[in-house]
């Protein structure tokens, strides 16, 4: 009896002697434990923020580009399907535009037929009357219904051997014509296209009726591209053509025949130069890229001097980087506005991080030597 009441003890005494966890052990361990959950979540908090950063980052880069894709490619296009008379008013800037913000941009104007062939010839006009006459068959060289005349805008350029230097943008309300091809008219609505102004002056009547005859009439796109900082431009009305307006700025703008279209939101900057022989030496020389002159606007000897547009772009993220230090590297194009131009930069760090865009766009219809022999 002793012996088994021993064995039992002892079996006893021995299961109360197996290992466990002590205080300090599971104190110990919970702290490794919360360690590896921090750093864990300091991790993901890292990478999320880096994430959220890229991802507005990649945004801006591609409104920049598109932006810039439409400016230049219009710049190249300036004055398209004008006689060559007229293409001096084919562009017209305007230099540090004070919108009672920091940053003052730049603005570009061009005027051409970007879209559709259209040269109709004109054979009797009176000038700002509702009907204008085309030569016979002028409507069958072109493939277009009836229909797709409507509501479009055009530019009536006078003959320019009449010495009348302006044109009238219209639209068009319908057009009228025989089955034969003959009595081909175009019908306007009362008054020149609302909200359309062509660069230098261009627009306006011809004193004579007889400046119209053998003119011609085309489609015509007047573009311009600015940068609403504020979100409250003057003279604009929120929600009306297009405008975005109730304080919304950074909003890269093409305006055309009247109607605003946002290209591109969070642009902070919008400058351009011009290069060209504006001296008019023996040679030819171009004389290296200035910002518009005051004095070009409605020159258009000036303008047609001009040979090259230089763009700029600058895009700012909406919110500041997230996953930057307190002091962010010191490089302007990063984390502080820079110098554009005549455009002066910023002096501090804001930790919104810039995206610049630079090209420079050959003006092909006034490049060209075919355009520049004083022959059409």
């Known amino acids: 009896m002793k012996e088994k009441k021993s064995k039992q003890n002892t079996k006893t005494s021995s299961k109360s002697l197996r290992p466990g966890f002590t205080l300090v052990e599971l104190l110990v361990g919970s702290m490794i434990l919360l360690v590896v959950v921090l750093a864990t979540l300091s991790l993901y908090r890292t990478s999320n923020q880096i994430a959220v950063d890229q991802q507005q980052f990649a945004e801006l880069q591609h409104g920049v580009r598109s932006g810039m894709y439409f400016i230049s490619r219009d710049a190249r296009m300036a004055g398209v399907n004008l006689p060559i008379e007229f293409y001096g008013y084919a562009l017209e800037g305007v230099d540090n535009e004070n919108q009672g913000a920091v940053v003052e941009p730049d603005r570009l104007k061009v005027l051409g037929n970007f879209d559709e062939p259209l040269n109709l010839r004109i054979s009797n006009y009176q000038g700002a009357a509702a009907n204008l006459s085309l030569e016979d068959y002028s409507l069958e060289q072109f493939q277009y219904e009836d229909a797709e005349y409507e509501e479009q805008t055009v530019l009536i350029i006078p003959n320019p051997e009449s010495g009348c230097m302006v044109a009238e943008v219209r639209t068009i309300t319908h057009v009228t014509h025989d089955a034969t091809g003959q009595n081909e008219r175009l019908n306007f609505s009362p008054g020149l296209a609302p909200g359309v102004n062509p660069p230098g002056g261009l627009s306006g009547t011809c004193p004579s009726s007889n400046d119209y005859d053998g003119g011609m009439v085309t489609f015509v796109n007047v573009k311009e591209y600015w940068l609403d900082v504020t979100g409250n431009y003057p003279g604009l009305t929120a929600g009306t053509d297009g405008y975005i307006g109730n304080g919304e700025g950074n909003i890269l703008y093409l305006t055309m025949n009247g109607i605003h279209y946002p290209l591109a939101r969070n642009v902070e900057n919008l400058q351009f130069e011009y290069n060209g022989d504006f001296d008019n030496d023996a040679n030819n020389t171009l004389d290296g890229f200035i910002e518009w002159q005051s004095v070009w606007t409605g020159d258009i000897t000036m303008v ?15 919110n500041p980087f997230v996953s930057i230090g307190a002091n962010p590297p010191a490089n302007i194009h990063l984390y502080r506005r820079p110098t554009i131009a005549n455009s002066p930069g910023a002096s501090d760090d804001d930790k919104h ?9 050959n003006i092909r219809n006034l490049s060209l030597n075919i355009y520049n022999t004083g022959t059409r």
């Open 353 to 361: 991080k810039r995206f610049l865009l630079e090209s420079t766009s």
């Open 304 to 318: 047609r001097r001009i040979r090259q547009v230089k763009i700029w772009v600058l895009g700012r993220t909406e």
